[in-house]
């Protein structure tokens, strides 16, 4: 079962007022994982909330959110259409395992205590985000560097 994807809002301006039907002026200049990996060719559409606010959609374990949290760049004016200002125009983002972490605060969690695997469900106890822990240590030592 794929995890729910999570939704990523972002503002954009033009002149400091809501810029509004540009989301086809939009794309990834830039998608990577924290590890260096490209992943712009798998990033994801990007649709319009309104009022200057859009968003993109990411599911933990799905590309281009398959290989560690990402960091990137949309260009909000990739044909110059907009006319908008470099500070404007360029809107950095990213996407992180953590924030799945709210889901914890108000969804139910369950533990299993042999593997570690853990499970958020939704209020219909449908799960909606999967973390398996595999380790085949059975213990871990953790030894602190004295800076």
Known sequence: MANTAI??????????????????????ESLKTIGGTDKVASAPAISEIGGGWYKFSAAYGTAPFDGGDLAGVIDADKNGSNLLANAERYIPVEVRLDFYSLLRS???????????????KNSGGNTILKLDITDSESEVTREPAIV
Not at 108 to 117: C, P, V, Y
Request: proline share 5%.
């Open 7 to 28: 939704d990523i809002p972002f503002y954009v301006s033009k002149d400091g007022l809501p810029l509004s039907g540009a989301a086809s002026e939009m794309s990834f």
């Open 106 to 120: 108000v969804c139910k969690m369950s533990q299993n205590k042999l593997t570690g695997d853990m499970e958020i």
